[in-house]
């Protein structure tokens, strides 16, 4: 049976550059997912994942993005996330 956690790893939502943080997070709770016997050790591992991805992703953001006037942040390329064409999610 899945953790309750898996469903948090989907990055296909987050920018591309966001995405490039979580893949790999992704990646390892798939592989985790599917050899680990069920039990609390488990999900506390899946837990703690989850924590450490969301730790990179909010990283990559505080390093390559600044606040706005309109208290919005923007994109690495300096604009606002809703119009850059790299990073629109």
Do not use: Y
């Not at 969301?54 to 208290?71: G, M, P, Q, Y």
């Amino acid at each position: 049976m899945p953790t309750t956690t898996i469903k948090f790893f989907k990055s296909d939502h987050l920018p591309k550059n966001l995405q490039t943080i979580s893949q790999p997070m992704c990646l390892v709770a798939d592989l985790m997912e599917e050899i680990l016997p069920d039990c609390a050790e488990k999900s506390a591992g899946m837990r703690k994942l989850l924590e450490a991805k969301d730790c990179f992703v909010r990283a990559e953001l505080s390093e390559k993005s600044k606040l706005v006037n309109n208290n919005e942040f923007t994109c690495p390329h300096g604009n606002n996330w809703d119009d850059c064409p790299d990073c629109r999610h």
